[in-house]
């Protein structure tokens, strides 16, 4: 199985909800990531998760609240979130050592 | 900051080979060179990556100039599948900071 499968594949929010997203991997990866993409911009690293230890939080916001329960799930929490938080949210796993990153479909999150 | 500059656009028709070039004058010498691609709206998909020596798999090729300042990226018979935007990434070996730059968007043309 190599796959990375993330849910809900669209969310819409308001500023005053709080929302969950999900990623999962049964490849063994014991990294994993969170990415943002803005439209017709490259992804940009927000957090990494080593043997479910945060490794890398790239100065994110506390809004956005990672978290890492075992070794193939990992969740990106989401409160109070504004409208230019609105992108494509990729999980990605892999990627430790010389070894290649495998990226999840994404979520396409819209915040009102 | 990204470790890398790529033409922001090319034009490639299909049959033909797509020639990629990525600028990494920086790199160092645990340093990696990987490829990705961003097919609309899905997730990066990996291509091929390298430290020093050429590299091909079935999908393309990767040349790495001699002094690593410079690599390219070979698709050697584009199809219209093959539209994406093409991300060349420098990354430490051992580590985990994936830094993408802005892209060559390749637009094969039938």
């Known amino acids: 199985d190599t796959e990375v499968t993330q849910t809900p594949k669209h969310l819409v929010m308001g500023m005053t909800n709080k929302k969950s997203l999900k990623c999962e991997q049964h490849?063994?990866?014991?990294?994993m990531y969170w990415y943002k993409q803005k439209a017709k911009k490259p992804p940009e690293l927000m957090f990494v998760y080593s043997y479910e230890k945060l490794s890398i939080n790239e100065s994110v916001p506390s809004r956005f609240s990672p978290e890492c329960p075992n070794s193939s799930l990992l969740n990106l929490h989401l409160h109070a979130l504004q409208p230019e938080d609105s992108a494509l949210y990729l999980c990605?796993?892999?990627?430790?050592?010389?070894?290649?990153?495998?990226f999840g479909p994404g979520t396409r999150l819209t915040v009102l | 900051d990204a470790k890398t500059t790529q033409p922001p656009s090319m034009d490639c028709a299909e049959g033909r080979a797509a020639n990629l070039p990525c600028n990494h004058s920086t790199i160092s010498g645990n340093e990696y060179v990987y490829w990705y691609r961003q097919i609309h709206s899905q997730g990066p998909q990996y291509i091929i990556h390298?430290?020093?020596n050429n590299e091909t798999n079935e999908m393309a090729s990767l040349i790495i100039t001699e002094d690593r300042k410079s690599s390219t990226l070979i698709l050697p018979h584009a199809t219209l599948r093959d539209t994406a935007v093409y991300y060349c990434?420098?990354?430490?070996?051992?580590?985990?900071?994936?830094?993408f730059g802005t892209g060559t968007r390749l637009k094969v043309l039938a």
């Open positions: 990605a796993s892999g990627g430790s050592s010389y070894n290649e990153q495998f």
């Open positions: 490849m063994g990866h014991r990294a």
């Open positions: 990434i420098v990354k430490t070996s051992g580590t985990y900071k994936y830094i």
């Open positions: 390298g430290l020093k």
